[in-house]
């Protein structure tokens, strides 16, 4: 039973179904007896595990093929009308080479399986900010993840009414043939199709698919913005509370930042920390000419490994319910999940996230894959923000952007105005760790943490943040800063405890943004004062000039750096913003 009489949702659903041929269709509700009876089924069928539910209420396991157990970004394409609109770092493909492909590959795909239709709203179901989009998948699993993900069911289609302002989103698990594997998304259709993967990041096509390729197209073309953006709130002991987007590469603390806990002197004085999202932020003008913001989702998709009570209690508090958990290892003795990082126990009597029997004690093998994951509902979370659901979004006060570097940028410094943050932003970079495959140290550049993200050529993007300041008030704008919690001495050890150490620069952000503290002028922005920022409490940690030598910006250093930047800035060609060009000519006449 269809839930919409929209007729372009109905055509579009009955030419797929006349492609993948499904044996039978089901709609979405959102209801709770249709979540339930779909987890009886992937139990019964093996697609899901459920666990001890004393423990960890309306929590299950799921294991993806072994082949299949990330994003795929050499798979991933851009498939505009031509080359240049997708631009120099995305793969692309021409369109009509693309559905041809694609359709080839997803036909008849569906017999012998189910179709699930899921209609959902990324964002409160009837706000400004938010957009609907109707995935079909032959995945339980899929569905089970957009429950948690995304707002769904009848209330989506009542929303969109008879509008065509909907993403199309196809995914067909095929053979989970890794040879035949590609996630496509078509900007100018609105449409994502995903085929031979059942991994989150490829299937669940609201998140980075929708929420940041296809809608940081949209944002462009209808002048608002997608960014790859965690948003938290800090509220003060007088109640006021500052909202700040802030945007990271992997691996440099996103999801531990948007969900800090305050060390002890900020807490004992009454500070809280608010997380509003910790992966994607939708960014508009307000009717009172400031920026606000809304995250689209609805739940966190977060990164197992390394999550503990120490390292991220809210995120681990928040995997405590109704969460379901990908690629981690299961506990046999009390039927519950383990992965390396969790604790310093791990079960001697388990199943790893490759399905063989596992003894933690022991092997040498990892009982929980690297990118495992956890799916869980974002009203799990201690410090989720009261504004969570506010369909007019919160504020901004400021933009953060931050990246991984040893020796070259300063704890924080501030751009000198708007044009020169997206600067800062645009030039974004991390040295590898040896984490990363290939070489530790080498510079990578990731403009606003959006290089695998951004749905159209990055020249534009960069234009369109530009564009986007050049309608603010500067009186209104929010303010640009750029952080660094990766200093490191000469021996190799990080000079800043960061964790949740970090508020203490996000203090001096938010006195920098209410006027309250000043700042000294270096070739590349305004750095604090040492005195301004609060070491109390954690002088056994680092002291005055330690904090001094982390605020220092070395000219030869941001020599070399200027010439990595006009490297990367020539793969954009004409489409580079003169604005840009004009800040990297300023960078170089500071430094001399």
Not at 163 to 180: A, N, Q
Not at 344 to 362: Q, R, V, Y
Not at 454 to 474: E, R, T, V
Request: one cysteine or more.
């Amino acid at each position: 039973m269809a839930l919409t009489t929209n007729k372009t949702v109905l055509r579009w659903f009955e030419d797929m179904v006349n492609l993948v041929k499904p044996d039978r269709v089901v709609w979405i509700d959102g209801s709770d007896e249709q979540r339930d009876a779909l987890r009886a089924e992937a139990c019964k069928t093996g697609e899901i595990e459920k666990l001890n539910q004393e423990l960890l209420p309306g929590c299950y396991l799921h294991r993806t093929a072994v082949n299949d157990v990330a994003r795929v970004e050499h798979r991933t394409f851009i498939c505009s009308e031509t080359q240049d609109e997708a631009g120099p770092t995305n793969n692309w493909m021409a369109p009509g080479e693309a559905y041809k492909m694609l359709y080839d590959i997803a036909r008849d795909s569906y017999k012998g399986r189910t179709m699930y239709v899921i209609p959902y709203s990324m964002g409160p179901v009837g706000s400004p900010f938010s957009k609907v989009g109707v995935e079909l998948t032959d995945s339980i699993y899929v569905v089970l993840n957009m429950l948690i993900m995304t707002r769904v069911g009848k209330s989506v289609m009542d929303f969109l009414g008879d509008s065509d302002d909907w993403v199309r989103c196809l995914h067909c698990k095929c053979d989970i043939d890794e040879e035949k594997r590609y996630i496509c998304h078509f900007p100018q259709d609105n449409t994502i199709i995903s085929v031979n993967s059942g991994y989150g990041g490829n299937v669940l096509l609201g998140k980075k698919c929708f929420a940041l390729r296809i809608a940081s197209y949209q944002g462009w073309k209808e002048g608002w913005q997608a960014e790859h953006m965690l948003i938290l709130g800090i509220e003060n002991p007088q109640g006021e509370i500052h909202y700040i987007c802030a945007a990271f590469p992997s691996a440099c603390g996103k999801t531990n930042l948007a969900m800090l806990i305050p060390p002890e002197g900020y807490l004992k004085k009454g500070y809280k920390v608010w997380c509003v999202g910790d992966d994607i932020a939708w960014i508009r003008k307000g009717p009172d000419g400031r920026l606000y913001a809304i995250n689209p989702e609805n739940g966190f998709f977060g990164v197992a490994p390394g999550t503990n009570e120490k390292s991220n209690y809210n995120a681990l508090a928040s995997t405590r319910k109704g969460t379901i958990f990908t690629n981690v290892a299961h506990n046999l003795d009390n039927n519950t999940v383990w992965w390396e990082g969790l604790d310093n126990n791990p079960p001697e009597n388990a199943i790893d996230w490759k399905g063989n029997p596992w003894n933690g004690k022991t092997s040498s093998e990892k009982g929980a894959n690297p990118n495992s994951r956890f799916t869980s509902p974002a009203v799990n979370c201690p410090c989720i923000s009261s504004e969570f659901e506010n369909p007019a979004g919160v504020p901004i006060t400021a933009f953060v952007f931050g990246g991984r570097r040893a020796k070259l940028a300063p704890l924080v410094y501030q751009s000198r105005s708007w044009n020169h943050g997206v600067f800062v932003g645009a030039v974004m970079a991390s040295e590898t760790t040896a984490a990363a495959a290939g070489a530790v140290g080498v510079v990578r550049r990731d403009p606003m943490a959006m290089l695998p993200f951004c749905g159209y050529n990055m020249g534009d993007y960069w234009q369109h943040w530009i564009d986007i300041g050049a309608g603010l008030d500067p009186a209104k704008a929010p303010k640009v800063f750029n952080v660094n919690w990766f200093r490191k001495d000469d021996e190799g050890n990080f000079c800043w405890p960061g964790f949740g150490d970090n508020l203490r620069v996000l203090d001096w952000i938010i006195s920098r943004c209410e006027g309250k503290v000043d700042a000294q002028e270096t070739p590349i922005g305004y750095v604090p004062f040492a005195e301004d920022i609060n070491i109390e409490g954690i002088e056994d940690k680092i002291d005055i000039d330690t904090l001094r030598s982390i605020l220092d910006v070395d000219k030869s250093l941001w020599k070399t750096e200027s010439d990595g930047i006009a490297e990367f800035f020539a793969k954009f060609g004409d489409r580079l913003p003169e604005a840009l060009k004009q800040e990297l000519e300023t960078l170089k006449e500071n430094l001399e």
